[in-house]
């Protein structure tokens, strides 16, 4: 069986390590837009922003593992048409047929058109490439602007700050965060980063961007503009699912797939950032723009591609580190209608419980390393007494 994986990211690494391990003998085909061999995402806002990593620690695998593993890794080669019916992609150097395929293309920075058109200096941050050409200008005394407060944004924050740039985030929402973690624990990363320094103007409006001698204007509704030598955009991004809804398969938000990780294609299976996923156990579809989704799902995927009939029942899980802050997140807050924390939050060390009607839906810790275990076992479970009673340590609600 020869089966061919589009996108050169985790997901796609992921899927086809898990192939090999599962015996799979035929052809694997791993085609990624990149001129990199898959790497992680992570330390490009974190370690390798602040220079204590470098560009190879970030592989999933050493460039060699492909060759020793028969995986024919396809580097800078886009997919650029899939024909559903004859089986076969066409790639901007040739076409491949496949009896199983694997769409895993990721996702793709917002841009505003303001920003883009002004010739002011603008940076996104997604590749490698992008966070190499960051660090160059993250100097001491360099003047950065972000628009945006989500978790990107407050990454490069913290990593800026850290290597002595002057930081200003702009961010259209009243706290950062707001939407995924609710008004409390957006609070901790508002206060986080205003007792690093950070010039932090929430609920503002960016009218406008000026390319003014090389540097970024950044016009402010009823406010002075920001002036930086450098401006990062980062208002989320997109499910690269062009590719995918040009060969007619169905996408919304992503590629939807059903809880195994199909399409309605019987040969088409989508994981990671681009996969609108129907999760059974959440009950309700889910597209996860985290590290440890596209791991798993590409894992997934390559056993379903092989014949597992298991779906996908694994939480959503992330992390960030921001300063001297890690936290690690599982399940899925949204739409909660109460809120349980442990610890002490104004310092930073504490668990949070997201509930909504009478279940934990989500959880979290801050600088709480041992908590994650306890946390993935109580998200999906009833809110009892216990739970909701913050003198119960978390350990022994397992
Ligand atoms: C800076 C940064 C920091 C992050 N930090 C964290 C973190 O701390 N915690 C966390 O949980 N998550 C984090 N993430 C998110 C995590 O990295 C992503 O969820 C993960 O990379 C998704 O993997 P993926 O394989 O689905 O997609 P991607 O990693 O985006 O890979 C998709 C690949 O497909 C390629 N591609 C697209 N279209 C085509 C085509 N037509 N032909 C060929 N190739 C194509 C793309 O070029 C890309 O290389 C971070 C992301 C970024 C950008």
């Known amino acids: 069986m020869n089966i061919v994986v589009i996108g050169g990211g985790l997901a796609a690494a992921n899927a086809a390590g898990e192939l090999r391990e599962q015996g799979h003998t035929g052809d694997i085909v791993v085609v990624g837009g990149e001129p990199h061999p898959p790497y992680e995402r992570p330390p490009l806002s974190k370690g390798l922003l602040l220079g204590s990593s470098e560009p190879d620690e970030a592989q999933v695998h050493p460039r060699e593992w492909y060759d020793e593993h028969q995986v024919d890794l396809r580097e800078g080669t886009v997919a650029t048409a899939i024909d559903l019916d004859r089986r076969r992609v066409q790639l901007s150097s040739g ?50 602007a972000i628009i945006g407060a989500g978790w990107i944004g407050l990454e490069v924050a913290s990593a800026a700050r850290q290597r002595g740039a002057s930081v200003t985030v702009l961010e259209s929402a009243p706290l950062p965060l707001q939407r995924v973690l609710g008004d409390e624990i957006a609070t901790v990363f508002a206060d986080l980063h205003r007792a690093h320094g950070v010039d932090l103007r929430l609920g503002v409006r960016v009218a406008g961007v000026e390319n003014e001698h090389g540097e970024a204007v950044v016009h402010v509704e009823g406010a002075d503009p920001v002036v930086a030598d450098l401006l990062v955009v980062a208002v989320g991004v997109s499910p690269t699912d062009e590719l995918a809804a040009r060969a007619g398969l169905a996408v919304d938000n992503g590629i939807l797939v059903d809880a195994w990780l199909r399409t309605p294609d019987p040969h088409v299976f989508a994981a990671g950032d681009v996969a609108n996923h129907d999760h059974p156990t959440l009950g309700t579809h889910v597209r996860v723009e985290h590290w440890d989704t596209a791991i798993h799902h590409g894992r997934h995927a390559a056993r379903v591609m092989l014949g597992s009939d298991e779906p996908y029942t694994r939480l959503p899980y992330f992390f960030t580190d921001q300063y001297d802050l890690g936290m690690e997140y599982v399940g899925h807050g949204a739409g909660y209608d109460d809120l349980v924390v442990r610890g002490d939050l104004a310092a930073r060390e504490a668990s949070v419980l997201w509930l909504r009607e009478d279940r934990v839906i989500a959880g979290m810790h801050l600088n709480d390393w041992d908590a994650i275990g306890p946390l993935r076992a109580v998200v999906g479970q009833p809110a009892t007494e216990a739970v909701r009673d913050p003198a119960v340590p978390l350990g022994d609600l397992m």
């Open 95 to 144: 076409e491949l047929p496949y009896d199983r395929l694997l769409l895993a293309t990721g996702a793709t920075p917002r841009h505003l058109p303001m920003a883009d058109g002004s010739g002011a200096p603008v940076l996104h941050l997604r590749t490698l490439d992008d966070a190499l050409a960051l660090r160059e200008r993250l100097s001491e005394g360099a003047r950065i």
